[in-house]
């Protein structure tokens, strides 16, 4: 099954033409893709539609198996929510919450997330701690709140809850940057080994070309035209 598949896919801002237009897009369930492109090209607004945040005005998305064109608010809301991890670019963590509420949110919200973390981990505060403990972040910061970790401690937090659950699909905007170029490099390694241990499909936005490397498929998209 492919996590993604677009066909025609085009959108625009009302009284605008259009903000991009994509003939077809495929990735397989388990492969990453890194998109990159010029600002004001789209790339944040692809993710939103593949997250189901906006609505599918032309063409067709499908997600998961899902027809994302086909779906209410709701629904698109429902299938991010139990089948997707989001990682945004300015991380989107509650900061009055600590680390461990934090990356306990997916599971606490969606029943098939706590079901998948307990049928493969025996609960989610055990995937939790391994998360974290592979994706670098000391299980000594637990009990901190969110908003007095460094930004590469915040970072691991998102991803950390981006992945709870297992989910399907990870989609991520800009995740790494704040970090200079080496944490950039390690933090996306880490994040990528982490997903294949899950079968979880990766697909990231960056400005950084240098990370293409790391992905099995490079999408590059235009200002104005055709992706």
């Not at 237009?21 to 893709?33: K, N, T």
């Not at 998961?64 to 139990?82: C, I, Q, T």
């Not at 509650?94 to 025996?122: E, H, I, M």
Request: a negative charge; proline letters at 4%; glycine letters at 8%.
């Amino acid at each position: 099954m492919a996590a993604i598949q677009l066909s025609h896919l085009s959108h625009a801002w009302p009284g605008q033409a259009a903000l991009f237009e994509i003939e077809h897009l495929s990735v397989e369930q388990g492969q990453h893709l890194f998109i990159q492109g010029p600002s004001g090209c789209g790339k944040s607004t692809l993710l939103s539609l593949l997250a189901g945040v906006q609505a599918v005005q032309t063409g067709s998305c499908c997600v998961l198996g899902h027809e994302l064109a086909g779906m209410s608010a709701v629904e698109r809301d429902r299938l991010r929510g139990e089948r997707m991890g989001v990682i945004f670019q300015q991380f989107n963590l509650l900061a009055y919450l600590d680390v461990q509420a934090n990356v306990l949110l997916p599971t606490k919200l969606f029943p098939s997330r706590a079901k998948a973390a307990t049928l493969n981990w025996d609960s989610p505060l055990t995937q939790a701690k391994a998360l974290a403990n592979q994706l670098g972040l000391r299980e000594t910061l637990w009990r901190q709140p969110v908003n007095q970790l460094s930004v590469g401690q915040q970072q691991r937090v998102a991803a950390v809850r981006a992945l709870m659950g297992a989910p399907e699909l990870v989609i991520a905007d800009e995740p790494t940057s704040a970090l200079d170029d080496a944490m950039q490099l390690e933090f996306l390694d880490l994040l990528l080994h982490t997903a294949e241990t899950q079968h979880t499909s990766v697909i990231m936005v960056s400005h950084n070309a240098r990370l293409a490397s790391r992905f099995d498929q490079v999408f590059e998209m235009h200002a104005g035209g055709v992706a």
